[in-house]
């Protein structure tokens, strides 16, 4: 489940006088979650001598860290349509994940163009974990659960379409299963395991 709350957080690096007109004007500043990934998407709806957009990521929304930079799209010195851009977090955080937006000048002046954003990810008491990754057949898949009862194994491609599903009766506390991959084309895959109706993992393997 997504949860985004946003803070007002329109600030410059002391480069930019209070009323001066900042260089980008921004429609939108969202993001989600995508199975193992969080994926953060903003609109501009004008952009002055822009030159590329940093997303920083925050647990505790005081400190941040880059986690990605994106160049802008513009294909003039100004532009005044609506531009969209997208940016892959590839490890966020269970819980809380914070995010705001540096927009950088062509002069290498920087602005904070965004809000701040909450991408929450839900986690439950269940913990799993699968070996060997890579592996070339059986994948073996060790799970401490909460609850017991009807464990759906789903392995998905990176598009999400699905490529196997096992169902099995789980006890509560830990638990084996194997999955044989000897049909599986080389490539990344997403495991995901369901209870209850619910998604209580995802992770990424590997077949070589």
Same mark, same amino acid.
């Given at each position: 489940m997504d949860k985004q709350t946003a803070f007002l957080t329109f600030t410059c690096n002391g480069k930019h006088t209070p009323n001066a007109a900042l260089p980008v004007n921004m429609l939108s500043f969202t993001g989600k979650n995508n199975i193992t990934e969080n994926i953060i998407n903003w609109t501009t709806t004008f952009e002055q001598n822009s030159d590329y957009f940093e997303v920083e990521h925050s647990n505790n929304g005081i400190e941040y860290t880059s986690v990605g930079k994106v160049n802008t799209k513009r294909?003039? /010195? #100004?532009?005044?349509?609506?531009?969209?851009?997208?940016?892959i977090d590839?490890?966020?955080?269970? $819980? =809380? #994940?914070?995010?705001? @937006?540096?927009? &950088? /000048? +062509?002069?290498?002046?920087?602005?904070?163009?965004?809000?701040? %954003? /909450? &991408?929450?990810?839900? #986690? /439950?008491?269940?913990?799993? =974990?699968?070996?060997?990754?890579?592996?070339?057949? %059986? +994948? =073996? &898949?060790?799970?401490? @659960?909460?609850?017991? $009862?009807?464990?759906?194994? %789903? @392995?998905?491609? @990176?598009? $999400?379409? +699905?490529?196997?599903?096992?169902?099995t009766l789980c006890t509560k506390g830990f638990n084996v299963m194997d999955i044989d991959l000897k049909d599986l084309k080389k490539g990344v895959y997403v495991l995901q395991i369901m209870q209850r109706h619910a998604l209580i993992s995802t992770q990424k393997i590997e077949k070589n």
């Open positions: 294909e003039n /010195d #100004n532009s005044a349509s609506n531009i969209n851009y997208e940016c590839s490890k966020p955080y269970t $819980g =809380h #994940n914070y995010y705001r @937006l540096k927009q &950088v /000048d +062509l002069d290498g002046r920087m602005n904070i163009e965004s809000q701040v %954003i /909450d &991408v929450f990810r839900e #986690n /439950d008491k269940s913990t799993i =974990h699968a070996y060997p990754i890579p592996t070339n057949r %059986i +994948l =073996h &898949v060790e799970c401490a @659960l909460e609850y017991e $009862g009807a464990t759906n194994l %789903i @392995l998905t491609d @990176l598009s $999400g379409k +699905l490529v196997k599903e096992l169902q």
